[in-house]
């Protein structure tokens, strides 16, 4: 995020675009609604009804698929109705000319038969957006899980740039980042590309640096990205490159990848599975190697949040005998396999990082622990420099110091509706239970509020049309899977668009998504595939199948549940 999260309040306008903090981050969500409280005006861009749209000015209920187009008419109308910062354009950008051929394209009156909004409301919420100050954009995964994902949020920050939306307080553009530590694993390095500290792996003095610190030849090969893993066991281009052993470790791919019955094939077909997990999850049904590690509880260290702010956290209970943290398993597999790993505590791997990393080389533990929490960058560790709440004041990271502007057409989804496959399908999250529901699903109590096969909201037309009522099972169908799911009659999605949460094993959506992955980021389009919906005559067999389902996968998970029934009354 260019933005730090305490600024949220500060907006004058929020852009909330693909983004359902309500359900996702409800302590994000404080700060959007204290800001409204404060004044602040708010656009929602979502397909659904969600909390943030209630509170909105202005929402666009775009059809899902189309953000591109639709920010390319936002910025189409900002420059037609001149209502640019000129000035910023002038001395701190660069390509505006070129932007300009692209989005000149992009009339309201041609895009509003694309994306389902009156040309009336693409004029209103662009004048909203490019006249109030300041004004910063939060987006989600609407815009990320897409395969043209990389292309609307570099359009985004177009608008950002064309209205001086940079480089002061409570302005930019902010991802808000998933996991607790989603940025953490980022800042660490955890990329295909990346050394810690967002060092390319392709960059020779980066690599010599790294050579010298590690005592080893490292290579400047980039590496693979997760989702193409399937595909590099089952239909290796080079055979010779097929994966053989897969080490998953703080993930369950036979849960939250897309197409499931893809990765449960490829997980089959490795030779070796390690799993390295807190829980039991449904990709350890395929290891041949468990290895059990501590949970946020039983260790310390730092944390990223998703606005680059490092947070100290701490140890409260010992783990169980013999339970390893994640950092000494990996040395201690490192060190087995020849190239040897001694650390003594967190500290040690914290300080070789900052040594490594110039962006991050102020963030002591000492200032972390005085402070409360540090914002990359930090470069200096003397206790005056706090960090950075939002960044490009003055110049940006280009070596030109400027800001560049990019415009691309708009392509929609790869896999769209039709006869046989009527319905839109998009995905996400709901506030009670968390992605692969390893953590929450060992929740009693989480378990007691929302159970299996979760549900499928089905707009009030579709249900009438199908027959359907509220809480029947239905069967849903994809050219890749099918799953059960409960209906939920709403209006919060719109005739023809049903919307699952991909949590759950039986009621799993993953079964039904489509794997077609955005070229830079190689994220899949989680958000939009088609499906079917068959009615089940039989609802008694169905409830009865969600159940006895659920227990016998429960049970091969290593789950006692035995009296679960007389607990859960
Ligand atoms: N309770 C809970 N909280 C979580 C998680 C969880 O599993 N449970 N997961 C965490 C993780 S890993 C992440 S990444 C974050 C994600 O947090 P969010 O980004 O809020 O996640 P989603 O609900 O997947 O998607 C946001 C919205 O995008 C909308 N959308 C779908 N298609 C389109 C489209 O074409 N255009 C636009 N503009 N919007 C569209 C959806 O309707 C949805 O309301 O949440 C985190 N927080
Ligand atoms: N259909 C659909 N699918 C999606 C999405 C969607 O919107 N729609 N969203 C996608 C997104 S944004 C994300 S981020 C993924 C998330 O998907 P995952 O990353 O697969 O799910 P998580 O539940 O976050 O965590 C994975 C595992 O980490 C384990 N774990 C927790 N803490 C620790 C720890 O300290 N150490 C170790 N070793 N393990 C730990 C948990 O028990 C769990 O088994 O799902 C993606 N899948
Ligand atoms: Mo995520």
Same mark, same amino acid.
């Given at each position: 995020?260019?933005?730090g999260?305490?600024?949220?309040?500060?907006a004058g306008?929020?852009l909330?675009?693909?983004?359902?903090g309500?359900d996702?981050h &409800?302590i994000?969500?404080?700060?959007?609604i204290?800001?409204?409280?404060?004044?602040?005006?708010?656009i929602c861009?979502?397909?659904?009804?969600?909390e943030s749209?209630?509170?909105?000015?202005?929402?666009?209920?775009?059809?899902?698929?189309?953000?591109?187009?639709?920010?390319?008419?936002?910025?189409n109308?900002?420059? %037609?109705?001149?209502?640019?910062?000129?000035k910023f354009?002038?001395e701190?950008?660069?390509?505006?000319?070129?932007?300009?051929?692209?989005?000149?394209?992009?009339?309201?009156?041609?895009v509003?038969?694309i994306?389902?909004?009156?040309p009336?409301?693409?004029r209103?919420?662009?004048?909203?957006y490019a006249?109030?100050?300041p004004?910063?954009i939060?987006?989600g995964?609407?815009?990320?899980?897409f395969?043209q994902?990389?292309?609307?949020v570099k359009?985004l920050?177009?608008?950002?740039?064309?209205?001086?939306?940079?480089?002061k307080?409570?302005?930019?553009?902010?991802p808000?980042?998933?996991?607790n530590?989603?940025? #953490?694993?980022?800042?660490?390095?955890?990329?295909?590309?990346?050394?810690?500290?967002?060092?390319?792996i392709t960059?020779?003095?980066?690599?010599?640096?790294?050579?010298k610190?590690?005592g080893v030849?490292?290579?400047?090969?980039? #590496?693979? &990205?997760? @989702?193409?893993?399937?595909?590099?066991?089952?239909?290796p281009?080079?055979?010779?490159?097929?994966?053989h052993?897969?080490?998953?470790?703080?993930?369950?791919?036979?849960?939250?990848d897309?197409?499931?019955n893809e990765?449960?094939?490829?997980?089959?077909?490795?030779?070796?599975?390690?799993?390295q997990?807190?829980f039991m999850?449904?990709a350890g049904?395929?290891?041949d190697v468990?290895?059990p590690?501590?949970?946020?509880g039983?260790?310390? #260290?730092?944390y990223s949040?998703?606005?680059?702010?490092?947070?100290?956290?701490h140890?409260?209970?010992?783990?169980?005998?013999g339970?390893k943290?994640d950092?000494?398993?990996?040395s201690?597999?490192s060190?087995?396999?020849g190239?040897?790993?001694?650390?003594n505590?967190?500290?040690?791997?914290?300080?070789e990082m900052r040594?490594?990393?110039?962006?991050?080389?102020?963030a002591?533990?000492?200032?972390?622990?005085?402070?409360g929490g540090?914002?990359w960058p930090?470069?200096?560790?003397?206790?005056?420099d706090k960090?950075?709440?939002y960044l490009h004041?003055?110049?940006?990271?280009?070596?030109?110091?400027?800001?560049?502007?990019?415009a %691309?057409?708009?392509r929609?989804?790869?896999?769209?509706?039709? %006869?046989?496959?009527p319905?839109i399908?998009?995905?996400?999250?709901?506030?009670?239970?968390?992605?692969?529901?390893?953590?929450?699903?060992n929740?009693?109590?989480?378990?007691?509020?929302?159970?299996?096969? #979760?549900w499928?909201q089905?707009?009030p037309?579709?249900?009438?049309?199908y027959?359907?009522?509220?809480?029947?099972?239905?069967?849903?169908e994809?050219?890749?899977?099918?799953?059960?799911s409960?209906?939920?009659?709403?209006?919060?999605?719109s005739?023809?668009?049903?919307?699952m949460t991909?949590?759950?094993?039986?009621g799993a959506?993953?079964?039904l @998504?489509?794997?077609?992955?955005?070229?830079?980021?190689?994220?899949?389009?989680y958000?939009?595939c088609?499906?079917?919906?068959?009615?089940i005559e039989?609802?008694?067999?169905a409830?009865?199948?969600?159940?006895?389902?659920?227990?016998?996968l429960r049970?091969?998970?290593?789950i006692d549940?035995?009296?679960?029934?007389?607990?859960v009354q």
């Open positions: 995020m260019t933005m999260v305490q600024e949220i309040e500060d306008l929020i909330n675009f693909g983004y359902n309500a996702s &409800p994000v969500q404080r700060r959007i204290r800001a409204r409280q404060k004044g602040a005006k708010i861009v979502d397909p659904r009804v969600i749209a209630r509170i909105a000015d202005i929402h666009l209920q775009l059809k899902g698929g189309t953000n591109l187009a639709l920010v390319n008419a936002l910025c109308v900002i420059y %037609t109705e001149g209502l640019m910062d000129e354009i002038r701190k950008t660069t390509d505006f000319d070129e932007f300009v051929e692209v989005i000149k394209k992009y009339t309201p009156e041609d509003s038969p994306c389902r909004i009156s009336e409301d693409i209103k919420a662009a004048r909203l006249t109030t100050k004004a910063m939060l987006y995964m609407g815009v990320c899980q395969g994902a990389v292309d609307v359009t920050a177009d608008m950002a740039l064309m209205t001086g939306n940079f480089g307080p409570a302005t930019g553009i902010g808000v980042r998933g996991q530590n989603v940025q #953490g694993a980022c800042d660490m390095g955890a990329l295909p590309n990346n050394y810690p500290g967002y060092q390319s960059d020779d003095a980066v690599r010599e640096k790294f050579e610190a590690w030849p490292l290579s400047n090969k980039v #590496g693979l &990205p997760l @989702t193409h893993v399937p595909r590099r066991v089952l239909r281009e080079d055979p010779s490159k097929q994966i052993a897969y080490y998953i470790f703080g993930e369950d791919p036979a849960q939250t897309p197409d499931i990765v449960r094939e490829a997980l089959e077909k490795c030779d070796l599975v390690i799993l997990d807190i999850n449904r049904q395929y290891a468990v290895l590690s501590t949970s946020w039983e260790h310390e #260290g730092v949040c998703c606005d680059r702010g490092f947070q100290r956290f140890k409260m209970i010992e783990p169980p005998e339970v943290v950092w000494q398993i990996i201690e597999i060190t087995a396999m190239y040897p790993m001694h650390y505590n967190t500290q040690e791997i914290w300080d040594r490594l990393c110039p962006s991050f080389a102020g002591t533990y000492e200032k972390l622990e005085a402070t540090v914002q930090c470069r200096s560790e003397d206790m005056s960090g950075t709440v004041k003055g110049k940006f990271s280009n070596p030109d110091g400027k800001g560049r502007f990019y %691309t057409d708009w929609p989804p790869q896999e769209l509706t039709d %006869t046989e496959y319905l399908l998009n995905t996400g999250r709901e506030v009670g239970h968390y992605s692969a529901r390893t953590m929450t699903g929740c009693r109590l989480l378990r007691s509020l929302e159970d299996e096969p #979760g499928v089905i707009n037309e579709d249900c009438l049309e027959g359907l009522e509220h809480g029947d099972l239905v069967r849903l994809s050219r890749r899977g099918w799953c059960l409960r209906v939920s009659c709403t209006d919060r999605t005739p023809g668009a049903v919307f991909y949590q759950w094993w039986i959506c993953n079964m @998504t489509n794997p077609n992955l955005d070229p830079v980021s190689n994220t899949p389009e958000k939009y088609s499906v079917r919906i068959e009615c039989d609802q008694a067999w409830e009865n199948y969600v159940v006895t389902e659920y227990r016998r049970e091969s998970m290593g549940v035995s009296g679960e029934e007389a607990a």
